[in-house]
């Protein structure tokens, strides 16, 4: 047998030999005892060396060879794997496949913030009173939505004042206006003033693809924000989370619904005078739910508009002062000149007139940056490289004339800002007006001095240049529309009166004829009437004052563009200014080509 001290396995000091070395040890006896298990032979010297070697199961006659030799020997099996690592490597691949599935999942829920165990975990971020810094200050051009949400303020500081005349704050406002406008900027300058945390998430944030998801978020979220009372929770966009019910796939009972059924709950189920304050955004008011903004949820709608013109003047104060600019930058006049511009249009303005200053390489912002801003915003970037033929070009000038001389001889037209044959956007050449003051309703007589206007560019290429081209197309389409509306909308002709002449549209979009054939044929002589009056009009003032058009014109060809200083200079019959700033000159080659697109008021 072999002996009990190998029974035992070696003492891990057994020296590797070649399997040819074993066999000649064997053969010249000087092996005492061996064990044979599986592939591996492990042997003990006569001298009580320890020897290992590998054979091969086809070797038969190594056993064979021991006999003969007197060789003590044993033959076991290899040990078995282990149940544990039996298990491990049947599971494996199962095993990666959750391991990825389970990285992935922390990766798309946040994995530092626990992944896939924190999928019901609010994705609200915190500000508190210390880390933000914007007050009422930074806010402008929403005069009256700050008075609406300055008694909130008022309750957030001095709560014992409204509760001791058994008043309480409405626990939500919702504010509502169209993009840009500064939603956001207003309810984080209500947390600055009042000095109280603020939690800010979008309406997205709630839903996920798992059931039940956004009703724990939600539920979380109120949670958290009664541990930091008294305090502001912002949902931006809330219409992706809030729209009316019974709307979606499978009867209605989908995810987002179960959302909002839960910020419903949580709404109307604060204690009294908890502290908590819901403030929501959004510009699609029309689509929320009902229940959402009744009285005890949202109490109060708070819409935040566009800027008149003393907003965008504040607005645009506001901008300036984290800039550099000369003493010449007039703000109201800037106002004056971005009639529609929301909050961040007019932040983006300011924005790109200090990319052209740095462009110029000045040290600071001038009249011309920020108009020169203005006119790429509005109209487009210049097109500096468009290669025209001097004819083309001249067609333009007499054309942009066209339009500034009429607009400057009718009484109720704007004041005319600027005319340019520099092409931007799809244009070749633009004539731009400016209204002194905002407009609120239109008036039949500046609506019929517009349409004469419209008519100027194509009458000036006629009466100047004996010919007709396609650049005044876009100003037939619009001068068209004008006295369609007139007619059939506004009630503003003598002939068909107050009445309106249009085709009623079902809640399909489908068209619902109500006027007859005959009464549109009278519809369509008036509107003739109405464009052939004006273009008759037009076309007297033109000819009227050849010589100023001609200036204009030679103008225009010699600078591109022409300010409101020059324009006034050459109705006055002097000659006008030099301009102030000049821009790069494009292309003009008498053999190039071009493409004709519509020259725009």
């Not at 020296?15 to 005492?32: C, D, G, H, M, N």
């Not at 209605?252 to 929501?280: C, H, K, W, Y």
């Amino acid at each position: 047998m072999v002996s009990q001290a190998f029974n035992s396995g070696t003492s891990g000091k057994s020296t590797p030999i070649a399997y040819s070395e074993f066999l000649s040890l064997v053969q010249t006896k000087q092996i005492r005892e061996a064990v044979i298990e599986g592939t591996r032979v492990t042997a003990v010297t006569s001298d009580g060396k320890e020897l290992r070697t590998n054979t091969t199961l086809l070797d038969r006659g190594l056993i064979n060879d021991l006999i003969d030799n007197d060789i003590k020997f044993d033959v076991r099996n290899p040990e078995a794997p282990s149940f544990l690592s039996q298990v491990f490597v049947s599971w494996f691949p199962m095993l990666l496949l959750i391991g990825v599935w389970v990285w992935f999942m922390r990766r798309q829920q946040g994995g530092g913030k626990g992944g896939l165990f924190s999928m019901g975990k609010s994705k609200a971020r915190l500000q508190d009173e210390n880390t933000n810094t914007t007050t009422f200050a930074d806010v402008a051009g929403c005069d009256e939505a700050r008075e609406e949400v300055d008694e909130i303020v008022e309750f957030l500081r001095e709560p014992r004042k409204f509760q001791q005349l058994g008043g309480h704050v409405p626990k939500g406002v919702l504010l509502v206006g169209p993009p840009g406008t500064g939603k956001t900027l207003l309810a984080r300058a209500m947390a600055g003033e009042a000095r109280v945390p603020f939690f800010t998430i979008s309406g997205s944030d709630f839903v996920e693809m798992f059931v039940g998801v956004g009703a724990s978020r939600v539920r979380d979220l109120f949670e958290t924000a009664k541990k930091h009372a008294p305090c502001i929770v912002f949902i931006d966009e809330i219409d992706a989370v809030g729209r009316a019910r019974g709307t979606g796939m499978g009867g209605g009972n989908d995810e987002r619904e179960q959302t909002l059924n839960q910020m419903l709950v949580e709404m109307d189920g604060f204690e009294p005078n908890s502290g908590i304050i819901v403030v929501a955004a959004t510009n699609r008011a029309d689509v929320l739910d009902k229940a959402l903004l009744r009285p005890g949820r949202f109490d109060r709608q708070v819409m935040v508009g566009l800027p008149d013109i003393r907003g965008r003047e504040k607005i645009l104060r506001v901008h300036m002062r984290k800039v550099p600019f000369s003493p010449d930058v007039q703000a109201d006049v800037l106002a004056r000149g971005t009639p529609g511009f929301s909050g961040a249009e007019l932040a983006n303005l300011v924005n790109e007139a200090a990319l052209f200053a740095a462009r110029r390489n000045k040290q600071v912002l001038d009249m011309q940056d920020f108009e020169d801003a203005k006119d790429k915003i509005i109209m487009g970037p210049e097109r500096k490289s468009a290669v025209m033929r001097e004819e083309e070009r001249r067609n333009t000038a007499f054309h942009e004339s066209g339009h500034a001389v009429v607009a400057k001889l009718l009484p109720k037209a704007d004041p005319v800002h600027k005319v340019t044959i520099m092409p931007r956007g799809f244009a070749l050449g633009l004539t731009w007006q400016l209204p002194e003051h905002d407009r609120v309703n239109m008036y039949k007589d500046k609506m019929l001095e517009d349409i004469a206007i419209l008519f100027g560019g194509r009458i000036a290429e006629e009466i100047f240049m004996q010919q007709q081209s396609t650049g005044a197309s876009n100003d037939f389409e619009r001068a068209t529309k004008l006295a369609r509306a007139m007619v059939t909308r506004f009630g503003m002709s003598e002939t068909l009166g107050t009445m309106v002449y249009t085709d009623e549209q079902d809640g399909m979009g489908m068209n619902s004829r109500t006027v007859s054939e005959e009464t549109q044929q009278k519809v369509d002589e008036e509107i003739r009437r109405i464009l052939d009056a004006q273009y008759t009009l037009a076309r007297r003032l033109l000819e009227t004052n050849r010589e100023k058009v001609e200036v204009m014109a030679n103008a225009l060809l010699e600078w591109e563009t022409l300010d409101a200083d020059q324009v006034n200079d050459i109705m006055a019959g002097s000659a006008p200014r030099a301009p102030k700033y000049v821009s790069e000159k494009r292309s003009s080659l008498p053999g190039g080509s071009g493409s004709v697109t519509a020259a725009t008021t």
